[in-house]
T-cell receptor, first 114, second 117 residues
Framework: GENVEQHPSTLSVQEGDSAVIKCTYS??????FPWYKQELGKRPQLIID?????GEKKDQRIAVTLNKTAKHFSLHITETQPEDSAVYFC?????????????FGKGTTLSVSS | GAVVSQHPSRVICKSGTSVKIECRSL??????MFWYRQFPKQSLMLMAT?????????EQGVEKDKFLINHASLTLSTLTVTSAHPEDSSFYIC?????????????FGPGTRLTVL
C-alpha cells in the first residue's frame, strides 16, 4: 500500500520568511496530492492540492510542486505570517470514480514567530 | 463545496460501554466514506473504508469486531466503538469524497473527541 513520508516534523521560521515542507510517496499509481492545515481539535482544512498531470500549482502565498519521477512533492509558503502557525499534513491517494482514501504523512508543526 | 457533519462532537464514556458516532454528508451522496483516527500530536490514520450497502474494509491492525461500521444510506455512515477502553480514547474523523471526473476531493467531518474513563 501507499506510504507517505513527511519532513521536517517541526519547522520554526521568522515572520516574512519562507517555509518548505517535503513529502515522498511510495505508490507510483497515486495521482492526487493534497495539503492540509490542521488547528488543534479541528478538522483538516485543504489549502492546496495537485494532480499528477501538473508539475506546479500556486495560490497566492502557497505553492506546491510535484516530481512524479522522484515521487516527491513539496509545499512552499512565502511571506509567512503568525496565523500560518499550525500542523500541516501532506497526503496521497489514487483519485478515481470510486473515491479512495487519503494516506497522510506524519505532519509538520510550523511555528511562525513575529 | 460540500458539507460533512459528525455527531457527537465530544463523548465521554465508561470503560466497557459502546459508543456510536455518526457521519453524514449533508448536500451530496457518498457511496464511500472513510474513518480516520488521530491520537494527540499524531497524524490521521485510516481505520476503514465504509461502503454503502456492503461490508466495510478495515485496515491492517484494526479490529473489525471492535469498530463496527454501518453505511446504511448514501448519506450516513456510523462507527460504533464496542466495549471501549481508555486506549480507544482518540479523535475520530470521517471523510467523504465528492467524485467528479477523475478528481475526488475529500470532505472531512468536524471530528468526534472520544474519552474513555
Amino acid at each position: 500500500g501507499e506510504n507517505v513520508e513527511q519532513h521536517p516534523s517541526t519547522l520554526s521560521v521568522q515572520e516574512g520568511d519562507s517555509a518548505v515542507i517535503k513529502c515522498t510517496y511510495s505508490d507510483s499509481a497515486s495521482n492526487y496530492f493534497p495539503w492540509y492545515k490542521q488547528e488543534l481539535g479541528k478538522r483538516p482544512q485543504l489549502i492546496i492540492d495537485i494532480r499528477s498531470n501538473v508539475g506546479e500549482k500556486k495560490d497566492q502565498r502557497i505553492a506546491v510542486t510535484l516530481n512524479k519521477t522522484a515521487k516527491h512533492f513539496s509545499l512552499h509558503i512565502t511571506e509567512t505570517q503568525p496565523e500560518d502557525s499550525a500542523v500541516y499534513f501532506c497526503a496521497a491517494s489514487l483519485a478515481n470514480q470510486a473515491g479512495t482514501a487519503l494516506i497522510f504523512g506524519k505532519g509538520t508543526t510550523l511555528s511562525v514567530s513575529s | 463545496g460540500a458539507v460533512v457533519s459528525q455527531h457527537p462532537s465530544r463523548v465521554i464514556c465508561k470503560s466497557g460501554t459502546s459508543v456510536k458516532i455518526e457521519c453524514r454528508s449533508l448536500d451530496f451522496q457518498a457511496t464511500t466514506m472513510f474513518w480516520y483516527r488521530q491520537f494527540p500530536k499524531q497524524s490521521l490514520m485510516l481505520m476503514a473504508t465504509s461502503n454503502e450497502g456492503s461490508k466495510a474494509t478495515y485496515e491492517q491492525g484494526v479490529e473489525k469486531d471492535k469498530f463496527l461500521i454501518n453505511h446504511a444510506s448514501l448519506t450516513l455512515s456510523t462507527l460504533t466503538v464496542t466495549s471501549a477502553h481508555p486506549e480507544d480514547s482518540s479523535f475520530y474523523i470521517c471523510s467523504a469524497p465528492k467524485v467528479a471526473r477523475s478528481y475526488n476531493e475529500q470532505f472531512f467531518g468536524p471530528g468526534t473527541r472520544l474519552t474513555v474513563l
